[in-house]
């Protein structure tokens, strides 16, 4: 990997690491060289030996740690840990996990549950950086000291115990340099009992009523238990409702999902499970376009979009089960909007309203909830995050819609972020309103890791300069 930068910085080229191609924005895209990192597949388990005197958190948490390189699919992760000679899990996750675990936690992808810390990259507590030819570093926050100074000189890395340092290059963007390992902290495996349903206990198909809203906008289990799935109810581990703005009243359907021990023998079945789309990407495109010419279609189509995420039913599986690998669509519409939980319902309306003045556009909203991140650039800066994922069929309407949001959000004064590896409305003006002083922490951290400007350039990509984060 060192020569390969050295190579390129000698040919006047950039240079950046490729996971496996899921990010719908230009984030790791470069006229440069890409070097595919998708082969560097070690993981260990670290052992109470490696760990610093200062590590916190006892035996039980020595347990939960594992150094893994980059290239992992978060998938083969997720089933690396779950098995028996670990009897370990994420805490949480993307929905599909084909994404390697640096391509992943580089651009923010974010998981969902209720009560946990944060997002994917929350579980990264130590980093692996090849920051230029002969420039290796190992980062950790210096209030929370992982592994002894052996273990980065065995690799020829310096050691760097610093918050600050580390927040800006666990959700990087791949700005930084190569990161080569990084140590995750993962929790006791255990299954989940998800259930996904688009009607109350009454048997009526559920809507965004006022009950609806009090639960998407204050999280509250306990007014409305017909809201919930039959015999069970209380604050899940995961809740995440789908709303269809293409119907009037929206229709919203549910997934709750409730924690459960791992019962002694347990076997996960593993399997790659196709959508309502089918295998192929031909039919998304096709769509597309057929939606650009024949609007009238485009609640037929949203309701064949929420399938695609959406199986009614009920089952039990690990989270490497129920969160597994998708293959990727191209030609996917597909954005999000993060505010804090109080502007939860004034956002959804306002992406309702603003579907029908410049749609139908064949989208739906999936309603997710991360807890603040101490990572400079992570766009759940919220306790909690509300975070809309926009998702659908790529055609002239759905690119509309998403042009048209950041502009929305300022005129109604909500404050927002968005997701770096999706369609998003990033400008250096919108990063500085929604960053404000960890904004110019993150670049500061930059200078202090890439002191050269030379370097920097080589780890600089279109992206970065349209967003003013070259600097």
């Known amino acids: 990997i ?35 990192t998708a082969r560097l597949k070690g993981r260990k388990r670290l052992t109470a030996e490696q760990l610093d005197p200062g590590f916190s958190g006892g035996a039980g948490r020595a347990a939960r740690l594992a150094l893994v390189q980059c290239g992992n699919y978060v998938s083969e992760l997720g089933q690396w840990l779950e098995s028996d000679a670990n009897g370990l899990s994420f805490a949480t996750t993307g929905a599909a996990n ?16 209720l009560d946990y810390r944060g997002a994917l990259h929350d579980q990264i507590i130590a980093i692996h950086l090849l920051a230029g030819e002969g420039r290796q570093f190992w980062l950790e926050r210096a209030s929370d000291p992982v592994v002894k100074p052996a273990l980065p000189l065995s690799i020829g890395a310096e050691l760097l115990r ?11 963007l791949g700005a930084f340099g190569i990161i080569h390992n990084v140590v995750i902290e993962a929790r006791e495996r255990f299954l989940l009992h998800a259930y996904n349903y688009d009607r109350d206990r009454a048997g009526n198909r559920m809507v965004l009523d006022p009950a609806m809203r009090n639960r998407i906008g204050r999280l ?12 069970r109810s209380g604050r899940p581990y995961f809740f995440q409702p789908i709303i269809n703005p293409n119907t009037d009243p929206p229709e919203v359907l549910v997934t709750q999902m409730y ?32 939606l650009d010419l024949f609007d009238d279609l485009v609640p037929l189509f949203a309701r064949l979009v929420a399938q695609q995420l959406f199986e009614v039913g009920e089952t039990r599986g690990s989270w490497g089960e129920v969160f597994g690998y998708k293959a990727f669509r191209t030609k996917v519409a597909s954005g999000t909007v993060a505010v804090p939980l109080a502007y939860a319902l004034d956002t959804l309306d306002l992406l309702v309203t603003l579907n029908q003045a410049i749609g139908p556009a064949p989208l739906v909203y999936g309603c997710r909830y991360v807890r603040r991140s101490p990572a400079l650039l992570a766009f759940n800066r919220w306790d909690p995050t509300f975070v809309v994922s926009i998702d659908g069929v790529y055609n002239d309407a759905a690119l509309r819609f998403f042009e048209a949001i950041p502009e929305r959000m300022e005129a109604r004064g909500i404050p927002f972020t968005q997701h770096w590896g999706k369609t998003n409305g990033y400008t250096p003006r919108r990063i500085r309103a929604a960053y404000g002083g ?15 400007s030379a370097t920097r350039a080589l780890f600089t990509n279109a992206y970065m300069r349209e967003r003013g984060l070259d600097l």
């Open 98 to 113: 084909g994404q390697t675990i640096v391509g992943a936690t580089a651009t923010g992808t974010h998981g969902s549950a």
């Open 2 to 36: 060192q020569r390969s930068i050295a190579d390129a910085r000698a040919r006047g080229l950039a240079h950046r690491g490729v996971g496996r191609g899921w990010s719908l924005s230009t984030a790791p895209l470069t006229d440069g060289v890409m070097l595919d």
């Open 438 to 452: 960890d904004y110019d922490r993150w670049i500061a951290a930059r200078h202090r890791l890439l002191p050269d």
């Open 162 to 172: 610093d918050d600050e340092l580390f927040n800006a290059v666990v959700m990087g």
């Open 259 to 290: 924690e459960e021990p791992w019962p002694a023998f347990y076997r996960p079945e593993y399997g790659l499970k196709q959508g309502a789309f089918g295998p192929g990407y031909d039919f998304v495109s096709i769509a597309g376009r057929a």
């Open 220 to 231: 509250d289990f306990t007014s409305d238990p017909v809201l919930d799935p039959p015999g």
